[in-house]
């Protein structure tokens, strides 16, 4: 059996955010929209079901971990590129050799408090951290199981969803 990994995943609040997710059917949301070759590849390749995921928002005034999350779906086809009406569609996506992939997110736990950004640069156990990276854009990224203990480690999460 593989070992559990952990991953951050970054998400506008005034497009998807923590509440929206809450807020679907059994508190699971495809993953999708995601359009840089890097990011499709741990979709595609690495993320797999039971994975953690750190709920980020991003492009906010104080960006923060606001909640955890498990994915329940291994990588798919991302549907939004094969529809047109759809803000991700991909016109050169052919269904039979996909460009762009997704995976299905289900929440578990709010944060206590959320962490914000300029928290977690300030702490000496994240240093290296993708997220803290000079230029680190990546919707979708890595984090170390000791980063996800500093992160959401004992103490740090709300009650269980």
Known sequence: MARRRYWL?????????WDDL?????RTECWDGVRNYQARNLL??????????LF???????????????????GYPDPTQFDPKEKYYDPKSDPENPRWFAVDVQAERPMKTT??????????????????????RLSVQPVEPEQWKVIAGPGKLGPKL
Do not use: Q, W
Request: net charge positive; with cysteine.
């Open 115 to 136: 962490l914000s950004l300029k928290e977690m640069r300030a702490m000496p156990e994240l240093e290296g951290m993708c997220l803290l990276r000079k230029g680190m």
């Open 56 to 74: 980020y928002h991003s492009r906010t005034k104080e960006p923060s971990v606001v909640g955890t999350a498990r994915v329940v779906r291994n």
């Open 22 to 26: 809450l807020a679907c059917p059994d």
């Open 9 to 17: 995943m970054k998400s506008e609040p005034d497009v998807f955010g």
């Open 44 to 53: 595609r390749d690495e993320i797999r079901v039971g994975d953690g995921v």
